[in-house]
């Protein structure tokens, strides 16, 4: 039964770390989305030591997140045309950055967070893999879009390695909520400045 | 009902009227202003767990607000600064009729007030660490409000107060783990660097000011300057919740020896940035910059006296920094812009507004007769590197306001800028005079502000 679980986590952790490198390297509004929605439930999954009805709640407010951003009007499939200026972001450079920065985040968390009896197979790489593409995504764009689904992935990831050092169910709701507070603002972002066209087709 | 709850009650139902009144400006400036006054006051007066007379009567109000286990509290160790904060956010207010920061100020404001005095309330203190991610977040909207969009640098500060939420909650799991008492600095090492690193974050120390001088480019000045002052104010009075609760971090005399080198770093980096600006926003981002470094080195004094004294200077900045957006609103409401090119000789055609301007960054600066001097000239008598450093951060400021002077002296263009009601220019002047007196007469503001740390034993030897 342990096996299974520990299975579960680790699959759940690599879909996870999947569906970020995804949100990094296509940055489509139809891709970034749904690859929210994929890591909020992988997240949840991951929550081993927190209460059902918590999990429940992150589940909730990852529903409601991918809910907000869609039905957002932002005028056309949100592309990557407002790169900071003079940062490299081909898609060659940016698999190469998932890649490079994947596999130093996952090694890194690993060695901070060993598995054992406190912290089940799969939460050190999806804390690192998801901490660490988030913040490729958030450094690699200004799109409003992108940088809120960036920043959500490092919550995420840092809540799920958070779970196992700290038991405050209080603490754990007031972070899971933050999410929601990044959509609305994102979504306001979005609807002030709509993008201008999809600049990666 | 206890005090935390109708507080918070009380600001966010006052937020929730005036974002509904928010086509009424002169209703919603009454509202948010007076609101925000009388909140100030309430903390200030009602002592929380203790029989007091208000309004000739009697009233005992519970302290504690507990939820899902744990508590907000509103007590003696935070009374003052959480008065302090709304008070800060009253003056704003009150200059906002005149500003015109955006009609999504005072709701915003209101709730970013909320937010702050809840991560002044909550305990653990480390849990307001969230509450400030969530003030950031609010802050987006009025930096970025629906009448000036076209700018992403907001979003710069959630990143950054993003991972400073993530580096402190990290620290506190380390600090936890070391407790409240003595260690050996070697085995604080993980805690301490995580601690710092969480506290240049919220400060916005360079390099984590990235926010601070894009957003000056683009947002509504007063905007800025309100979500500096209390943004600052909630992060400051955080690191001295840390520094009061942990002692391992107080008697570290290695991290303030760093702290005045880190401070000097600071001071001569965003004095030379200050001087080299062509916005005037910008120039202002940089003296707040210069400011934060002038805290620094009073805070790295590790006394009682230094403590007080950065908590004074903070005081201080609400009225320098207030006084300059006032002026520089008043500017480009009028259509004078930002630049130097742009406010080229306007002197002559805003003269009360341009003087305004000019004596909020003298006072940022630090100039002699001006509300930000006195505290300037206390780090100044303790001598040593920090009053070095102070001087030349002093003078290097000065110097960008001097320049900032003869641009708006130059000889005027030929642009028509409107005539001020006479409420502008009554606020403007008082504005001026504010400055002024509270540099002749610095007792009227610092004895208050720097009572807000009598709470804080640890910090205060109490």
Not at chain 1, 128 to 147: A, C, D, K, T, Y
Not at chain 2, 63 to 84: K, P, S
């Amino acid at each position: 039964m342990t096996t299974v679980a520990g299975a579960a986590g680790l699959i759940a952790a690599w879909v996870a770390g999947c569906a970020c490198a995804a949100g990094v390297l296509v940055p489509r509004r139809s891709v970034v989305i749904p690859a929210l929605l994929i890591q909020f439930i992988c997240a949840a999954i991951l929550f081993s030591s927190l209460p059902t009805a918590l999990v429940f709640a992150y589940a909730v407010v990852g529903a409601c997140v991918c809910a907000i951003l869609a039905v957002t009007p932002a005028g056309g499939d949100v592309a990557e045309e407002s790169r900071p200026a003079g940062v490299p972001s081909g898609m060659s450079f940016r698999l190469v950055g998932v890649l490079l920065v994947g596999l130093s985040s996952v090694a890194l968390a690993r060695s901070v967070m060993e598995p054992g009896l406190a912290i089940a197979p799969g939460v050190p790489d999806a804390a690192g893999l998801m901490i660490g593409l988030g913040l490729l995504q958030v450094g690699l764009s200004e799109e409003p879009l992108r940088v809120g689904a960036g920043l959500m992935a490092m919550i995420g990831g840092f809540e799920i390695g958070y779970t196992t050092v700290e038991t405050a169910i209080a603490l754990h709701g007031l972070i899971i909520g933050v999410p929601l507070l990044i959509a609305l603002v994102v979504a306001y972002l979005l609807v002030l400045s709509p993008a201008k066209g999809d600049a990666s087709t | 009902m206890n005090a935390p709850l109708a507080l918070l009650t009380f600001t966010v139902g006052l937020a929730t009227l005036v974002a509904f009144l928010r086509k009424e400006p002169l209703a919603a400036w009454l509202l948010a202003s007076g609101g925000a006054g009388l909140a100030a006051v309430f903390v200030v007066v009602i002592r929380p767990d203790v029989a007091t007379s208000f309004l000739g009567l009697s009233v005992k109000v519970p302290g504690t607000w507990t939820i899902l286990g744990r508590a907000l509290v509103l007590g003696e160790a935070n009374r003052l600064v959480v008065g302090f904060v709304y008070m800060a956010a009253a003056f704003l207010f009150a200059g906002g009729h005149v500003a015109k920061p955006g009609r999504l100020f005072y709701a915003a404001g209101l709730l970013v007030v909320g937010l702050v005095a809840g991560s002044l309330m909550v305990v653990p203190f480390l849990y307001a660490a969230v509450f400030l991610e969530g003030m950031a977040l609010v802050a987006v909207l009025i930096l970025y409000p629906p009448e000036r969009p076209g700018s992403r640098a907001p979003l710069r500060m959630v990143v950054l107060y993003t991972l400073g939420m993530l580096t402190l909650l990290t620290a506190g799991w380390q600090a936890d783990l070391l407790g409240a008492g003595s260690v050996p600095a070697e085995a604080a090492r993980t805690a301490t660097a995580l601690a710092v690193l969480g506290f240049g974050l919220l400060l916005a120390a360079p390099p984590f000011h990235l926010w601070l001088p894009s957003t000056a480019g683009h947002s509504h000045p007063y905007g800025l300057a309100f979500v500096i002052l209390i943004s600052q104010a909630g992060a400051l009075f955080t690191v001295f919740r840390f520094f009061d609760a942990y002692a391992w971090l107080r008697e570290n005399a290695l991290l303030f020896l760093a702290a005045r080198w880190v401070g000097m770093g600071i001071a001569a980096f965003a004095a030379l940035w200050a001087l080299s600006q062509r916005s005037l926003a910008r120039t202002a981002a940089y003296a707040v910059m210069a400011d934060t470094a002038v805290i620094l080195l009073a805070f790295s004094s590790m006394s009682l006296g230094g403590f007080e004294l950065a908590l004074g200077l903070s005081g201080a900045r609400v009225v320098s920094l207030a006084v300059w957006a006032l002026g520089a609103s008043v500017l480009q409401n009028g259509g004078a812009g930002d630049t130097a090119d742009e406010l080229s000789g306007v002197g002559y055609h805003a003269p009360l507004a341009t003087a305004t301007v000019l004596v909020g960054l003298f006072s940022l600066a630090g100039f002699p007769l001006t509300a930000g001097f006195p505290g300037r000239w206390a780090v100044m008598a303790g001598g040593g590197t920090a009053a070095l450093a102070v001087v030349g951060t002093l003078g290097a400021v000065s110097l960008a306001a001097v320049r900032w002077t003869s641009t708006v002296l130059r000889s005027p263009r030929d642009v028509e800028l409107p005539r001020g009601s006479v409420l502008e220019r009554l606020m403007l002047g008082a504005g001026i005079l504010l400055c002024l007196l509270l540099g002749l007469f610095p007792q009227l503001l610092y004895p208050w502000v720097v009572g807000a740390l009598s709470g804080l034993a640890g910090l205060s030897g109490g």
